[in-house]
C-alpha cells in the first residue's frame, strides 16, 4: 500500500511539472484521432487517373490544421484581450454595481456584499487569466509540432502495435480498444462543438438584442466555456450577466440577460446534449465531476477541457482490463460499462464506415 501512495505521489508531481508539455501532447493526440479517418478518406479519392497519395494527404491536414490553430488561437485570445481589458476598465465600478443588485435586501447587505466585493483583487486575478492565456500561442505552436511527428509515425504504429504484443489477438484486441477510444472520444467533441456552437450563437443574439457592445466576445467565451462540463454554463451565465451590467446600469437589462441565457444553458445543456449524446458515452455525473475537480487541480483551466476525454479514454480502457473493471463500472452512468459485445459491434461499424 506504501508503494502505492508513493507510486502515486510520484506520478502526481510529473502531471503538474510537465503539465505545459502533457497538455500539448494530448491536444495533439485528441486532434489527431479526429483527423485520421478524414486523412484515410481523402487518400482514397482520385482526380481522374491520379490517386491522392497518403503522404499527400497527411501534409495537406497538416497544413489545414496548423492553419486553422494558429487563427483559431489569435481570434481566442484577441476576444479574451477585449473582455479582460473591459473587465479592468469597469473593475472599480463593478463591486458597486454588483452589490446594488442586492439594495432590495436592505442597505446593510448591500453593504456587507460590497464590502466582501471590495476585500477581492479582480485587477490580480484577470492578470492572471492574462498571463495563462498569453501561453496559448506557444501551447499551439507545440501542438503542431507533436501532432505533424504523429502523423509521420502514423504509417507504423499497425506494425507497432503487433510487434508490442507477442500474440497477435492481444494486439487485435488493443487495437479495437483503441479503435473504441477513438469513436467515444470524436463523437463526445463533434456533439460537444455542435451544441456549444449553437449555445454561442444564441447568447450572441440575445446580448445584441440589449445592445450589449461585447455581445460577438460573450458568444465566443460562451462557446468555448462550454467544454467545461457542468461549471462551464454557470460561468458563462454569470459573466453574459455581469457584464451586461457592468456596462449598462439597469437591472432591467441584466434579469433580462440573466434568465434568457440560463433557459438557453438548460435547454441546451441538460436537454439537446444528452439527446444526442444518447448511450455513447455513459458516463457517471459524480465521476465528471470528480474528474474536473481533478484535472481542474492538476492542469488548471486546459485539464477542465480535457477532463472528459481523459475519462471516457479511462473507462473504456478499464471496462476491458479485468483487474480494472470495478473501476469502470464506477465511471459509467449506469453502472454497465462497456463489453466485448459491444466492442465487436462498434469496430464493425467503424470498418464498414471506412470501407464504404
Request: overall charge neutral; proline content about 3%.
Amino acid at each position: 500500500m506504501a508503494l502505492v501512495i508513493i507510486a502515486f505521489a510520484v506520478v502526481l508531481f510529473l502531471l503538474v511539472q510537465a503539465r505545459f508539455i502533457l497538455i500539448s501532447l494530448a491536444v495533439a493526440v485528441i486532434l489527431f484521432t479526429l483527423t485520421s479517418d478524414v486523412i484515410r478518406l481523402i487518400a482514397r479519392q482520385s482526380i481522374g487517373r491520379f490517386r491522392i497519395p497518403n503522404w499527400l494527404a497527411s501534409i495537406v491536414a497538416l497544413l489545414l490544421i496548423s492553419t486553422a490553430l494558429l487563427l483559431l488561437s489569435s481570434i481566442i485570445l484577441a476576444q479574451l484581450n477585449t473582455v479582460l481589458g473591459t473587465t479592468l476598465s469597469y473593475a472599480e465600478r463593478a463591486p458597486s454595481a454588483v452589490a446594488s443588485l442586492f439594495a432590495w435586501m436592505g442597505e446593510d447587505v448591500e453593504r456587507a456584499v460590497l464590502n466582501s466585493l471590495n476585500s477581492v483583487e479582480v485587477s490580480g486575478y484577470v492578470r492572471t487569466v492574462a498571463g495563462q492565456a498569453g501561453s496559448l500561442m506557444q501551447g499551439t505552436v507545440l501542438v503542431i509540432l507533436f501532432f505533424g511527428f504523429l502523423f509521420a509515425e502514423r504509417i507504423w504504429f499497425g506494425t507497432k502495435m503487433s510487434n508490442f504484443f507477442d500474440d497477435p489477438a492481444q494486439a487485435e484486441r488493443a487495437n479495437r480498444i483503441f479503435n473504441s477510444i477513438i469513436h467515444r472520444v470524436n463523437y463526445y467533441l463533434l456533439i460537444k462543438s455542435l451544441v456549444s456552437l449553437i449555445t454561442g450563437a444564441m447568447v450572441y443574439a440575445v446580448a445584441t438584442f440589449f445592445g450589449i457592445e461585447l455581445a460577438l466576445s460573450l458568444g465566443i467565451l460562451t462557446f468555448i466555456l462550454n467544454y467545461i462540463p457542468n461549471i462551464g454554463s454557470i460561468v458563462a451565465t454569470g459573466m453574459v450577466a455581469l457584464v451586461g451590467y457592468v456596462e449598462t446600469g439597469e437591472a432591467s437589462v441584466t434579469a433580462g440577460l440573466f434568465v434568457m441565457t440560463g433557459i438557453i444553458q438548460f435547454v441546451n445543456g441538460n436537454v439537446i446534449d444528452p439527446w444526442l449524446m444518447g448511450r455513447a458515452l455513459r458516463l457517471s455525473s459524480f465521476g465528471i465531476i470528480i474528474s474536473l475537480a481533478f484535472w481542474g487541480a492538476v492542469w488548471g483551466i486546459p485539464g477542465m477541457f480535457l477532463s472528459v476525454p481523459i475519462m471516457v479514454m479511462l473507462l473504456v480502457i478499464c471496462s476491458h482490463v479485468p483487474q480494472l473493471r470495478k473501476v469502470a463500472v464506477l465511471l459509467s452512468r449506469e453502472g454497465l460499462p462497456e463489453d466485448d459485445r459491444e466492442l465487436d459491434r462498434l469496430n464493425e461499424e467503424i470498418e464498414s464506415r471506412r470501407a464504404s
